[in-house]
């Protein structure tokens, strides 16, 4: 059974860092997407950052573009996301997300993306 669990969030002031963690078991996403979403009450939920597992391309959207760094740990089955200079807008429940394959033009949708994590909240107050 694939299981992906997060942990690092938390409650920072604005301009503060989290670091997100994924942790990874039942399988061994070497060729994938892996990526962070978040979901804000009563928005949808959007793309974060992804990375393909074998290519080590990288995505990010443009709300996070030069604040936040997603890496990934390979020995260790993990997913990261470096979250630096938040903003008060960056508040939301941020999720892991997989799926085999390529991430392509559609890393930020995530309907394409088949195993999820639970999600860690964060919140940054200004």
């Known amino acids: 059974q694939v299981q992906l669990v997060e942990s690092g969030g938390g409650s920072v002031q604005a301009g503060g860092s989290l670091r997100l963690s994924c942790k990874i078991s039942g399988a061994i996403f070497n060729d994938a997407c892996m990526g962070w979403f978040r979901q804000a009450p009563g928005k949808e939920r959007e793309g974060v950052a992804a990375?393909?597992?074998?290519?080590?391309?990288?995505y990010y959207a443009d709300y996070v573009k030069g604040r936040f760094t997603i890496s990934r740990d390979n020995a260790k089955n993990a997913l990261f996301l470096q979250m630096n200079s938040l903003k008060s807008e960056d508040t939301s429940t941020y999720y892991c997300a997989a799926k085999w394959g390529v991430c392509g033009g559609s890393w930020y949708d995530p309907q394409w993306f088949a195993y999820w994590g639970q999600g860690t909240q964060v919140t940054v107050s200004s």
């Open positions: 990375t393909h597992t074998k290519a080590g391309t990288t």
